[in-house]
């Protein structure tokens, strides 16, 4: 099987490339690139000078199966993700019963095989994710997970941080840490600040967050393990993953796309799409995240993808349950927000979405080069779309973006030289 894709505009400072070339891809690899190839019996597609990326990596997101099937499964999950332009997930190890054992990473490995895009499976750092006995990280690693979490719940016992820390450097595996005292964010439902107080609604200090990152940093100093903040929110989390980075402190953070673009002014409506944990934050975090993402001192955009049902998310902030479904518009969001507004370029987004968050979990990825796995994303940066849940291909369809239009669009995912998505139609058609 032979496919040409002529006249792209390859994203990727990586590999030295043309600013317009033509992609031949024969059976699951990237054969050929140049500036113009000639080719006969194959299937040609002009791309008519739309970007070309590395197909993304997603490194925070819940498929939710087994056990929550009724909020997504790993077909559907992994359908968004497609839909998205993202072709390799992880998996975050909440799920019933919680991945902690390897043959929960195996069912989950063994329904990943007819999923659409890779699933990179997670364990979980403690037993049932409950913080009190360690997982047995050493057959989660070995069963192929490629970093422990307890995602959705923090470690509240620093000893017990601090021995998985330790169990971790053996096996190279990344600590991946939920920063929250739980003491301190009690039963809070929004970023602490004038919002919550207008609202009347109970409030999560920033400093929730912050104490548990500082935590974890004096523990990866201590242990010398790598940490990887997830959903960084606060401006003040950063300065402390930035001063801890310059003292060689191996620690890496992601930040989210609605993180990065949206603020706890946006809950006045009191619309559930807009609850998430962490919450959406001042205008002060979001633009010194901006700033951070745009420097190169965030390593990582991941969406925290976390459907919900409808019942779920109805009702009051106060009862909702915290998160969205981020798969499908996070690149359209961040090209929307960020790179059309110059505050991200296209190698960047590369860097956020693919090449760092591949060191962190130790993928081989090498980008457009050939001999490379075709795994591809198609964007189109002129064309708009009006985002509507009830076309999502996730089972959740909460999402802050909900009616609004978005300045470009994922036209194609190719995985393992296949088209597994083809939105040339408008139609955005999933393709097995
Ligand atoms: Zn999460």
Redesign the pocket.
Known sequence: MKLLLKNGCPVDSRNELPEKVDILIENNKIVKIAENIDENDTEIINLDGTKVLPGLIDM?V?LREPGYEEKETIKTGCEAAAAGGITTVAA?PNTDPIADNPATIELIKARAQEALVDVVPLGSITKGSSGKELAEIGFLSRSGVKGVTD??NPVMDSEVMRRAMEYSRPFDLPIIS?CEDLNLAAEGVMHEGFYSTKLGLKPIPAAAEEVMIARDIALADLTGARLHI??LSTARGFELVKAARENGIKVTAEVTPHHLTLTDADLQEYNTAMKVNPPLRSVDDRDTLIKAVKDGQLSVIAT?H?PHTYEEKMGTIDSAAFGISGLETALSVLHHYLIRKGNLDWNQIIELMYYNPAEILRLDKEGLKIGSIADLTIFAENESWTVDTDKFKSLGKHSPYNGQELTGTVKLTIKDGKIIYDNRGGQGELIY
């Open positions: 925070h819940h975050m995602d959705g939920h997830a959903h925290d976390a």
